[in-house]
């Protein structure tokens, strides 16, 4: 079986014929982790700070005084006073009070009796019945709802966390429109039982003592032996190295998170992913961040694809193998990192065996560095596919489900949000996001957007503008929407901006245009940058459409939490959009699927009938 995959080391390198350029694993900022391959940012224009900012004032002002007045207005008023913080706001914070008499007196009067307008801090929001009355001023969404009643998401959450340290938790349900995808009985069932094993021998435990223990080599000094203790651990471990752009980040939690729920062990990140500040804890009384005293750091970091202790080695040099099963070698090691990112090796890549799976039983520790999605490749292995299917009966449903779980944006990050939304999203009577990501630097960034656009106005998701003239503004039935773009440029947002300034719109529709930021370049390990990176992803994931970019991991992150099916642009060789097969995240490099066919590659993609290739990356697999 060692034999069978040494081949295909080219097509690892070129995923997407035509495309060679591309970085998809670098996107959102993967450039410091893998700096054989620099992303080209060569047409990102540099941003123009003080222009931007001010432009970004405009549409802002044209919606205002395009409008009707409408009970939308209070919303406004309130979101003036209560979020004026931020600089761009203040122009919303000077018209809301100044006059807030769009409003009926009535409403007003409820209104502001319920604000309380010397809070200003969205931070401290509870989720009382009493915001409820509050919120739910606005006629056309969300905030009608009960909020006490779903705040677990179909159960999805687990209940009894401390509300205040992690408002975004059970406050989501306010901003999220509800779930038609129920997570499964089962799933919920599981979830439960992870959240115990992650309790009972997670850091500072007594299992997890004796797991640590397990790590050191038999004997001291001299006398040390070269092996180590046979002895079974009370729990398994699987330490997660996540790299490259949030994005990736995220992708690889997930995957190594369900990996770690079919195979009964603990899940531990490292804690120099940035993931602490822009996460909070998803399993109740313990950690998921391995422990700042976590005494093997510096044995595991130093791990890579060249170490002894590196799966695929290991298989090479028949250190394991088929005979050699872990369970009685006295010297095996363990640890045993597993290399599961881009450019891994044929060997690497047995990981997706059933029969390989069956050598990592015993292993206590495992270690997994990555940077993809590797979710639907679990789905491979038989034993697994079993138990997915129960966990997902709608398999297309997995990160949507597992996304919502996980990835609850700490309390500053839930500001930048819910400071976005109240200010910006929630009066539209529809949230358009845009989300664009240009990989390939030498393109020019405008040709992109008229792609995008024509894409958009084609799917009818935004309406086209007329040039013949003003039309007539039916102020009391015009529909308004919003377009949120994310992208590290500003161009677009201005193009955009522009064009539904100087023209009005063929339908009537009212637009306006919200960029929260662009940061130019992206900066992995900033954890500023990465807050607001988060929080647009989230934003993006609020809205009622998307438009996402080949290839982002960013856009795959939105769509997922979103559970929706977006509009991919910017496929290579095809000018046109997509609406794309299902909401699930595509693996960008996965394994050639040729565990029992020997030496054969076989189209992975044809597989299974729920496992396809993506839309934007011919080699790629995503569920379907
Ligand atoms: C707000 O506008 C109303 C008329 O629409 C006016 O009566 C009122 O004085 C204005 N208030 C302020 C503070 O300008
Ligand atoms: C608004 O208030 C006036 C008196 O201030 C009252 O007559 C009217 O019924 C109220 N309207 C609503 C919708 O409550
Ligand atoms: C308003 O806020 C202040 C300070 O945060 C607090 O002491 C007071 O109880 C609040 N009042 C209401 C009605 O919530
Ligand atoms: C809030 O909603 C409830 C039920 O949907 C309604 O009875 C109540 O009048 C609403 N409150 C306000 C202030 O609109
Ligand atoms: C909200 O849900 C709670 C518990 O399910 C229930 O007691 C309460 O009556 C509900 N409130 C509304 C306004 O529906
Ligand atoms: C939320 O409100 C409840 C009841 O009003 C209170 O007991 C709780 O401390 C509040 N939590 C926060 C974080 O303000
Ligand atoms: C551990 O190794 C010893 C010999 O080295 C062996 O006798 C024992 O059965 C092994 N225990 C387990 C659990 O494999
Ligand atoms: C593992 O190896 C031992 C001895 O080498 C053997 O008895 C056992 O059946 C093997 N287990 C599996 C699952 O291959
Ligand atoms: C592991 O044990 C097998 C026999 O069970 C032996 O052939 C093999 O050499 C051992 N591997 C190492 C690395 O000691
Ligand atoms: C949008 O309108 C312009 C001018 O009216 C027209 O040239 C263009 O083809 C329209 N685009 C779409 C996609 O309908
Ligand atoms: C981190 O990013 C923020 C913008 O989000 C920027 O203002 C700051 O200078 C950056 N810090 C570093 C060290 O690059
Ligand atoms: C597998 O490889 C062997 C030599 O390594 C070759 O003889 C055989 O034809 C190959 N089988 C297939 C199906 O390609
Ligand atoms: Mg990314």
């Known amino acids: 079986m060692e034999t069978k995959r040494i081949r295909r080391q080219q097509q690892q390198q070129q995923p997407s014929p035509g495309s060679g350029s591309h970085e998809p694993e ?47 207005w209070i919303c406004n008023c309130r979101a003036g006073r209560v979020e004026g913080r931020a600089e761009s706001f203040e122009a919303t914070a000077k018209h809301g009070s100044e006059n807030c008499s769009f409003a009926s007196p009535n409403n007003t009067k409820a209104n502001f009796l319920n604000e309380n307008v010397t809070k200003n801090d969205f931070l401290q929001k509870n989720v009382t019945e009493d915001n409820d009355l509050q919120k739910n001023i606005t006629e056309d969404n969300i905030h009608q709802k009960n909020v006490t009643k779903d705040k677990l ?31 499964s009985p089962y799933l919920l069932e599981r979830l439960r039982k992870h959240e115990a094993l992650q309790k009972r021998c997670g850091p500072n435990t007594k299992p997890y003592k004796k797991a640590i223990d397990r790590l050191k080599p038999l004997g001291k000094g001299k006398k040390r032996k070269k092996g180590y203790s046979n002895e079974t651990t009370e729990c398994g471990y699987l330490t997660v190295m996540p790299f490259s752009g949030l994005g990736n980040r995220i992708m690889s939690i997930t995957s190594a998170f369900l990996y770690a729920l079919l195979t009964n062990r603990v899940l531990l990140i490292e804690r120099h992913s940035g993931i602490g500040d822009l996460f909070c804890e998803p399993f109740p009384d313990t950690s998921w961040l391995l422990p700042q005293d976590f005494s093997p750091r510096n044995q595991f970091r130093s791990l890579s694809k060249t170490s002894p202790q590196c799966f695929g080695n290991m298989l090479k040099n028949k250190v394991m193998g088929n005979g050699i099963n872990g369970s009685s070698n006295e010297s095996l090691s363990p640890y045993v990192f597993l290399n599961l990112a881009n450019g891994y090796s044929d060997f690497d890549q047995l990981f997706f065996c059933e029969d390989d799976q069956r050598l990592l039983r015993k292993i206590p520790w495992l270690v997994v560095s990555s940077n993809q999605y590797f979710v639907p490749a679990l789905f491979f292995i038989p034993t697994f596919e079993e138990e997915l299917g129960r966990l997902f009966p709608e398999r297309d449903t997995v990160f949507h489900h597992l996304g919502r ?174 609406l794309a097969m299902s909401m699930e995240p595509c693996y960008h490099f996965p394994p050639f699927y040729g565990c029992k066919a020997a030496n054969t590659s076989v189209d992975a993609g044809a597989v299974l009938p729920y496992v396809r290739h993506c839309e934007d990356m011919k080699n790629g697999l995503k569920l379907v």
């Open 153 to 183: 998401l179909g159960g999805l959450l687990a209940a009894g966390f401390d509300e205040g340290s992690c408002l975004s938790r059970y406050q989501s349900v306010l901003y999220r429109k509800e779930s038609p995808h129920k997570p």
């Open 405 to 578: 779980y996980l990835f609850h944006p700490t309390n500053p990050v839930w500001g930048l949000i819910t400071r976005s939304y109240e200010s910006y999203l929630t009066k539209a009577d529809e949230r358009v996001g845009l989300q664009i990501r240009v990989f390939n630097g030498r393109t020019n960034p405008l040709e992109y957007l008229n792609r995008i656009l024509k894409c958009a106005l084609e799917e009818k998701l935004l309406p086209n503008i007329s040039l013949h003239g003003p039309v007539v503004s039916t102020s009391t039935g015009a529909k308004s929407k919003v377009v949120l773009i994310t992208s590290l440029d500003s161009t677009y947002f201005e193009k955009i901006r522009r064009m539904y300034w100087e023209h009005p719109t063929a339908t009537g529709e009212i637009i306006s245009v919200y960029q929260p930021s662009h940061e130019g370049a992206e900066q992995t390990g900033n954890t500023t940058h990465e807050m607001k990176a988060w929080a647009e992803i989230y934003l993006l994931s609020l809205c009622d459409t998307l438009v996402t970019s080949t290839w982002s991991t960013f856009g795959y992150v939105a769509q997922g939490l979103a559970g929706l099916k977006p509009l991919i642009t910017m496929i290579p060789s095809n000018p046109d959009c997509r």
């Open 26 to 72: 670098n996107e959102e900022g993967a450039s410091q982790a893998l700096p054989e391959r620099k992303p080209l940012w060569g047409s990102v224009r540099p941003p123009v700070v003080l222009a931007g900012f001010l432009l970004m004032l405009l549409p802002l002002i044209f919606i205002i005084y395009s409008r009707t007045p409408s009970l939308d």
